[in-house]
């Protein structure tokens, strides 16, 4: 494991401890030599994590796309790319990564995440997911995903492609331990497994 890409809020958030988390992840990714991958923005979360990582030496790669890069971009990078559009940039991030962090964040981080646990499903990557929950940030969210379990269009197997944890370091190692699932994706009409 090499680059751990990283889903965030452009904003900050209504608590410290969501910037505390960003930090704790920066440090961790610096401490481990794993180079961040992330949307290459100064703001919110996303600039905390660049900041940190680079302060501690490590390496960042931002990826963001024309329209965004004079209004946010980060111009301390390690590499910044500037790319065509959000769906370039999405498979970019992804192909560079060799595992993906959503820490708290809005609808960018949640689209951002579920694309990547979709094509995950589909075995078009292997690589692993996870969602770092602040200060319980993500509750709720699991909740739904179980209730969409118990309905019969998620697999419980399945699952496990998004493993959740509050602390950076457990999330890590959850991803180098991470085996893929080896059931496919659908039930039958009635429910059954095909
Ligand atoms: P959000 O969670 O809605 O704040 O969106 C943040 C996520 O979507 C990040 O992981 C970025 O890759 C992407 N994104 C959304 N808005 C921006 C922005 N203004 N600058 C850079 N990336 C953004």
């Not at 589909?122 to 692993?128: D, G």
């Not at 770092?132 to 197997?157: Q, T």
Request: glycine share 10%; with cysteine; aromatic share 8%.
């Amino acid at each position: 494991m090499k680059r751990i890409c990283v889903y965030c809020g452009s904003n900050a958030g209504g608590r410290e401890e969501y910037l505390a988390a960003a930090v704790k992840l920066g440090e961790a990714l610096a401490a481990q030599n794993l180079e961040l991958i992330y949307g290459g923005a100064s703001v919110g979360l996303m600039g905390a994590i660049a900041d940190t990582v680079l302060e501690h030496g490590g390496r960042v790669i931002g990826i963001i796309p024309h329209h965004l890069k004079n209004e946010v971009a980060h111009h301390h990078l390690s590499e910044l790319h500037v790319v065509d559009n959000m769906h370039q940039r999405k498979k970019m991030m992804l192909d560079l990564a060799d595992g993906m962090i959503a820490m708290p964040g809005g609808f960018g981080t949640l689209e951002e995440i579920f694309e990547a646990v979709t094509w995950g499903q589909l075995r078009l990557h292997v690589k692993p997911c996870g969602l770092l929950n602040i200060c319980g940030y993500y509750d709720s969210l699991i909740a739904f995903l179980k209730h969409a379990v118990a309905e019969k269009f998620i697999r419980a197997e399945h699952l496990a492609l998004l493993p959740v944890s509050q602390d950076p370091l457990a999330l890590l190692q959850s991803f180098r331990d991470f085996k893929p699932p080896a059931t496919g994706k659908w039930f039958s009409n009635a429910g059954m497994d095909l």
